[in-house]
């Protein structure tokens, strides 16, 4: 009988992030919240604006 657990197959590890990823990671999602409150804020003037 063979051992299912050593041919081959590895215990999922955890990926490890590096710090240079991580860092582009939090840029763009920075970049991303950003851009929808700018967009957010356009909304909000535009239906202000358009109540007067």
Known sequence: MRN??????QP???HRIKRGSRQM???RTAQALIAF???LA???????FGAL
């Open 4 to 9: 299912v657990m050593s041919s081959g197959f």
């Open 12 to 14: 999922l590890r955890p």
């Open 25 to 27: 990671r939090e840029k």
């Open 37 to 39: 409150g700018v967009v």
């Open 42 to 48: 356009c909304v909000e003037l535009y239906i202000t």
